[in-house]
C-alpha cells in the first residue's frame, strides 16, 4: 500500500462525491440514476482506492 499525504486520497475522493451531489442536485441526472447512482459511486471510489496488488 502507498502511504503518503492524506489529500492524495482525500481531494479526489471529496471531489468525486462533491461533482456526483452537483449532478443531482442541479437535476442533470435522470431519476434512476440519481437513485442507485450514490451506491455506484462510492463502489468506483473503494474500487479506486484499493491497494495497488503489483509488488
Do not use: K, S
Not at 503518503?4 to 479526489?12: N, Y
Not at 468525486?16 to 471510489?45: S, W
Amino acid at each position: 500500500m502507498n502511504a503518503g499525504p492524506l489529500e492524495w486520497i482525500g481531494v479526489p475522493v471529496f471531489a468525486t462525491l462533491h461533482g456526483y451531489a452537483d449532478l443531482a442536485a442541479t437535476g442533470m441526472l435522470a431519476p434512476q440514476i440519481a437513485e442507485r447512482g450514490p451506491d455506484e459511486v462510492i463502489a468506483f471510489i473503494l474500487r479506486g482506492c484499493a491497494p495497488d496488488p503489483r509488488p
